[in-house]
Structures are given as C-alpha cells and as structure tokens.
C-alpha cells in the first residue's frame, strides 16, 4: 500500500463497501481520483495508514451487524479523514445510523442518487479535506506504524532518511518497541522494496544450526544434508536481511557474518563456490551490544560494520498520548472479539495506562488490551480488565487545585479517547459543545494538538 502511494500522484478516495457494485463508478468522468475500496473493516485502519486517502465513502446503504458496526465506529472516531456517506430512507430511520453520518461524516447521498451529486459531494469533501494541508514526508515512511508524539516522529523522519541510504542499519529499543516493524517500514520505503524482506530471529535457532541456516549447504555437507539448501542470507538476494537478536548469534557465527559483510560473498556450507550477494542488512537486540562487547560476547569489529546507521525506538512510556491511540487501535482491530459491544475505555483506564510504565512495550499492550476484549463483562474497559491496578497518591493539594485538575484531566483523557473530536467527547462529557469549546480553552486544551497531529 505504502508503495502504491507514494507510486500514485492521484488523489486517493477509500470506499468502505462490501458490495462489488457499491453505486460508484467513476471510471469514465474526468475525477482524477484512484479509487480503493475496503470490504472489511478490520482492514480500514491499515489501508489508511499506509496511504492516507483525500476522503472517504461509507456505504451505508445495507446494515451492519452490531460488531461490525461497532468496529466502523471506533475506526472512524481516530483515523481523521472527511467522510461522504451514501445511505437510504431505510437506513436513516435507525438513530445510530444518523448519530454517524452526524458525528463523523461532512455530507452524505442518499438512495438513489446520481453521480454528479455524488461526485460534487465528494469535491466538497476533497475541499474540506484540503483544509487540513498536507502531510510531511514522515508519514509516507511509517509503514503501519502507529505515532504522533514528537519521539516517534523524530524516529519516523530518522527512518525516512536511512531507507533511502545503502548502509547496514542497526535498530534499539526495548523488546516490544516495533523494531521488526520499523525494519519492514526501512525496507518499504527503500529502493529494494520490490526484493525481498527475510526476518530471522538469531535467538531462536539453535547454535549448531545457525551457520547452515545462515549460509545453506550442499548435498552431502554433512550426515543429512540430502540436497542443497539455500540459507537465509540467500534468500534475501537483492532485498533486506534482517537479523534480529544479533546479540545471540554464537561467536563462530559472528566471524563468518563479518567474513559476509566484508565480502559480500557467501559460501554455502560444504560447498567451494563463492556467491555474491546484493542485499541490505537491518540488524536489532535489546541486548546491551556495548556491554557485550566488553564481555566478549560480541565481536566489535562486526558491532562496527553493523552500527554504521542507527535508529533508536523510543519506549512506549515515552509516548504520551500514543499509549491511548494504539490502545484504540487495538480495539478497532479486535473489538469484534468481545461477546458483548464494547464503547471504549473507561475514564480509570486511560489513566491507568498513561501512568502504567509498559515494559513490554507495544506487544505488552497489544496483549492486556485483546485480553481485556475477550474477558470485560463493562461496556467500557476498565483498569481492572486491563489488570492494571493502583497508580500513584495524589500530594496534598487545596480543593480548588484538585478539581481544576480533575476537570483537566477529565477533558483531556476524554478528548483523546475520542481522537480529539469534540462532538463525541461533548456527548459523553455530558456538556454542549460550546461549554466544552470554553472549558478547553480555560484548561488550553488545544484540538490542534492530536487531531491535526501529523498534517
Ligand atoms: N508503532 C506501532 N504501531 C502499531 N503496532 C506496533 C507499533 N510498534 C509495535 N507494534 C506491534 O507490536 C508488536 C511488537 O512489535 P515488534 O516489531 O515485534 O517489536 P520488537 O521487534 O521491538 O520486539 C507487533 O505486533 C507490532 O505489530
Ligand atoms: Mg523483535
């Protein structure tokens, strides 16, 4: 998709419809316009992020299951794109069909209509959505990763710059942070993308295999090798190699990676020729490689040749309010998992995870979020489902102070689980737009600082 959009000068409109013949046709009028349609909605997210639209069409016209619909909610409260609905008489008659097209929607058609007015609907959209400016580079270069605070941002800027460089690229970052993800994300944005990307995990094979994994073998290498294999290295001819936990790889095996990365040679095991080899390499630990090098775990001439470029994840901690965006990503993507509709998270649970310090990063997150899905009997997730319990004692501070803070707080944890949208945070506030407007802006409280984050 990322290669799509940056191939594409188009401007891209995503359809969200089931149906093959959604009503939409625009082939044959003079739009300019790529089309992509989306069937389900679970890939909405990805879709967009990989390639953010100018707008986009909800098909509204048949109904959805509670799941599904849920699931289309929760996208569109956080993916900020200007949608067009196209619905029935039918469909209106349902409140919640209204209270979308209302809360997230500029315009809509309505059954049956006819192509000028679809398409004057959706350059009202485009002119809309041209409001918003457009995007800095970083964002073509994020993959499907998730991040607007100014750490991840500064990482994705990072990340543009070395794809487009030939060098060995080392990542950090504590377990969980995305370094495999940032690797697909260096290679998809590198002029090698069309090869291919080979992800291993140096940890995970055994020693006495690492070498004929790596490198391959002939027939007759050794007892059991019945016909040639080719390693792993090989594979990523003319692509990406990344070598994750390289901080594992037994010494033996760090002597004959260097002797690879000297020569740009390999040769496969028991074999006499040598082959060349064109392709990248991305490597990762979250072992401390500095501290091994002085325990002589790990070889500093092959830390040297693997260091040239470095890219350090940030941990989750360090996010800020990133914590709650993937955190609603993760229930866009699963939500159709619960047993019951789940509306978001509750105002203790924004709370609990914001103070929470996520050792386990991004996967930890993943995991207590899908486990708290499965297993809430609330309509909201709660701290409790998420098991993250306690958080710090507030100090002593006047009434007045702890009550301006709470309303404070209140707004903002609200706002961000509403990506930053004023009619739904409004609505559960229980207060009219304009009292929120006024106590946002009491509080400095800026919609600019999420919403439009990253255009
Ligand atoms: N910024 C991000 N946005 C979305 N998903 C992410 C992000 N970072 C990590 N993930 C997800 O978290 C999990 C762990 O990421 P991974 O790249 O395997 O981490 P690491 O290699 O650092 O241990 C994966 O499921 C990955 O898709
Ligand atoms: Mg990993």
Redesign the pocket.
């Known amino acids: 998709m990322d290669r799509l959009c940056k191939a594409s000068r188009t401007a891209q409109i995503v359809v969200v419809s089931r149906h093959e013949d959604f009503g939409f046709d625009p082939s044959g009028t003079a739009t300019g316009w790529e089309i992509r349609r989306i069937q389900q909605i679970r890939d909405l997210e990805r879709v967009v992020r990989a390639c953010p639209p100018m707008a986009g069409v909800i098909d509204l016209q048949s109904d959805y299951s509670d799941a599904e619909f849920a699931q289309l909610e929760q996208a569109l409260q956080y993916l900020h794109i200007t949608w067009v609905a196209i619905t029935s008489d039918e469909m209106l008659a349902q409140e919640r069909v209204r209270r979308l097209i209302r809360d997230y929607c500029v315009d809509y058609v309505r059954m049956p209509f006819s192509m000028p007015e679809l398409l004057y609907t959706l350059k009202h959209a485009q002119g809309m959505a041209s409001l918003h400016g457009t995007r800095p580079q970083e964002t073509a270069s994020?993959g499907?990763?998730?991040?607007e605070c100014a750490a991840?941002r500064a990482m994705f800027r990072s990340l543009a710059k070395v794809a487009h460089n030939e060098a060995p690229v080392f990542?950090s970052?504590?377990?969980?942070?995305?370094?495999?993800?940032?690797?697909?994300a260096i290679h998809d944005a590198s002029s090698r993308r069309k090869g291919p990307f080979i992800a291993i995990n140096c940890g995970a094979i055994p020693s006495h295999l690492v070498q004929s994994e790596l490198f391959g073998y002939e027939k007759g290498a050794f007892t059991g090798a019945n016909q040639r294999k080719i390693g792993w290295i090989e594979q990523a001819q003319g692509g990406t190699l990344f070598l994750?936990e390289i901080g594992d790889l037994p010494l033996e095996s760090q002597v004959a990676l260097l002797r690879f990365l000297q020569q740009g040679m390999i040769t496969r095991l028991g074999g006499h020729q040598s082959i060349p080899l064109n392709l990248r390499i991305i490597s990762?630990t979250?072992v401390d490689l500095v501290a091994a090098q002085a325990d002589g775990r790990f070889r500093s001439d092959l830390f040297h040749r693997l260091c040239v470029l470095t890219l350090t994840?940030p941990a989750?901690r360090e996010r800020g309010e990133?914590i709650l965006q993937?955190a609603n990503?993760v229930l866009a993507e699963h939500g159709h998992e619960a047993h019951r509709r789940i509306r978001g998270f509750s105002a203790c649970a924004t709370q609990a995870m914001m103070q929470y310090a996520w050792p386990g990063?991004?996967?930890e997150?993943?995991n207590r979020v899908r486990r708290a899905i499965v297993m809430t009997d609330n309509r909201k997730i709660t701290a409790e489902d998420l098991q993250l319990h306690g958080g710090a004692e507030l100090p002593r501070k006047t009434l007045d102070a702890i009550r301006e803070e709470a309303e404070r707080e209140a707004i903002r944890t609200v706002m961000a689980s509403h990506g930053f949208h004023v009619v739904p945070a409004a609505r559960e506030l229980n207060v009219s737009r304009v009292t929120l407007y006024r106590l946002m802006h009491k509080h400095n409280i800026r919609v600019e600082s999420q919403a439009t984050a990253g255009e």
Request: aromatic residues 0%; without cysteine.
């Open positions: 994020r499907t990763m998730i991040g991840m990542i970052g504590e377990s969980g942070t995305g370094k495999e993800l940032a690797a697909q994750d990762a979250h994840i989750l990133d993937l990503a990063n991004v996967r997150l993943i």
